[in-house]
């Protein structure tokens, strides 16, 4: 008679390990996580969670402190270049007319800095912060008209703008000169203003004389017919009372 098999042996790993059919990264986070709760409870204490907040608040702080800082510093040195490059066009706009007033050079300290020309030409630094741009608007776009990190080849680009734009200046004053152009316009401007102040006056001085030639009229017709209705009760006062 044969002998009944052996049981097999109880298995006697912890009921807490990971079966074997998980793979190696689920059990280490398992592992990983059996252990931290062992260390820290569930989720760490109502301290340590906020104190961790704190230190973060903290650090993002000054993080945000020194972000802010360094773009203060970045625009501060924007600025003095490009007030640099002002001084050194003080000579070139020295000499422009003086009865020309389109170009007006100041730096501009906005979020962007920009050395203003005039209304449609500016220079402003380019993202190195070191090289100069100097663009202008124009009807089909902005426009490029130079840009180096040199300063002296700013100057030149600058002036040689300075130049073309009193060059148009001069042709457009010639036009205005040959055709009458501002002058004429203006002329029949004011000439059209006399005339329509005229009209009113002229308007109002013909409703003045109506107006009074009315009330002359009605006065008359008023003081006439009182004085024949005090005629005619005075009358009719003498044949009543008086004349029996």
Not at 9 to 14: F, K, S
């Amino acid at each position: 008679m044969e002998e009944p098999l052996p049981a097999p042996p109880a298995d006697t790993r912890d009921a807490d390990q990971p079966h074997a059919s998980t793979t190696p990264a689920e059990r280490l986070s398992l592992l990983v996580e059996r252990e931290r709760v062992a260390r820290k409870g569930p989720a760490g204490s109502l301290d340590e969670r906020m104190a961790s907040l704190s230190g973060a608040l903290r650090r993002a702080r000054l993080e945000n402190a020194e972000r802010s800082a360094a773009i203060f510093d970045l625009r501060a040195a924007e600025i003095a270049r490009l007030e640099m490059l002002g001084e050194a066009l003080s000579p070139v706009l020295a000499q422009v007319p003086r009865d020309c007033d389109i170009f007006d050079v100041g730096v501009a300290p906005a979020e962007r800095p920009r050395l203003f020309i005039d209304q449609i030409g500016f220079v402003e630094m380019d993202r190195d912060r070191r090289t100069y741009r100097f663009l202008q608007d124009t009807r089909h776009g902005r426009v490029t008209l130079r840009e180096s990190d040199n300063i002296d080849d700013l100057v030149e680009a600058i002036t040689r703008y300075i130049a073309h734009r009193l060059i148009e200046r001069e042709k457009a004053l010639a036009v205005d000169y040959a055709s009458g152009g501002a002058a004429q316009a203006l002329g029949v401007k004011v000439a059209a203003a006399r005339e329509r102040a005229n009209a009113r006056e002229n308007d109002t001085s013909l409703s003045e004389k109506t107006t009074r030639a009315t009330a002359f009229i009605a006065e008359f017709f008023g003081a006439t017919a009182f004085f024949a209705f005090l005629a005619v009760l005075a009358a009719w006062i003498y044949r009543a009372y008086l004349a029996g």
